[in-house]
């Protein structure tokens, strides 16, 4: 049976198969985690998120790790909230599922993800 843990802690630093980032929809990188998770990555990040395009809010695409301490990096676009306005709560939902789904189809048995949306989306 799956375990959730609750932990507040660097993600970047930890020893998972997968972390999950909250990334805008042009998946090169921004401020806040996202920046940090493609700077401590390498520039072969950027190149290969740049390759695959854009993800629209509520998707998810899978990357190499590149230099981070996990396997895989799973960018989902998270919504922007506007009050529970415009299905927010939903897309927030299929943000974590489609990352699940592509943790499932990539064999990944451990991932930690961030509170996606709670930072410049609010």
Same mark, same amino acid.
């Given at each position: 049976? &799956?375990?959730?843990?609750?932990? =507040?802690?660097?993600?970047?630093?930890?020893?998972?198969?997968?972390?999950? +980032?909250?990334?805008?929809?042009?998946?090169?990188?921004?401020?806040?985690?996202?920046?940090?998770?493609?700077?401590?990555?390498? &520039?072969?990040? /950027?190149?290969? @998120?740049?390759?695959?395009?854009?993800? =629209?809010?509520?998707?998810?695409?899978?990357?190499? *790790? /590149?230099?981070? +301490?996990?396997?895989?990096?799973?960018?989902?676009?998270? &919504?922007?909230? *506007?009050?529970? *306005?415009?299905?927010?709560?939903?897309?927030?939902?299929? @943000?974590? @599922?489609?990352?699940?789904?592509? #943790? =499932?189809?990539?064999?990944?048995?451990?991932?930690? %993800? &961030?509170?996606?949306? #709670?930072?410049? %989306?609010?």
């Amino acid at each position: 049976m &799956p375990m959730l843990h609750a932990i =507040q802690a660097d993600i970047i630093s930890l020893s998972v198969d997968a972390i999950g +980032n909250g990334a805008n929809e042009s998946l090169l990188g921004g401020g806040g985690l996202d920046g940090e998770i493609h700077r401590v990555a390498g &520039p072969a990040l /950027f190149d290969e @998120c740049e390759r695959l395009g854009s993800c =629209q809010t509520g998707e998810a695409e899978i990357t190499n *790790r /590149f230099d981070l +301490n996990a396997k895989l990096v799973i960018h989902t676009v998270g &919504p922007e909230w *506007r009050g529970g *306005r415009n299905g927010g709560a939903e897309l927030l939902w299929s @943000c974590y @599922c489609e990352c699940i789904v592509l #943790a =499932q189809a990539n064999n990944v048995s451990s991932i930690a %993800f &961030p509170a996606i949306s #709670a930072s410049v %989306f609010g």
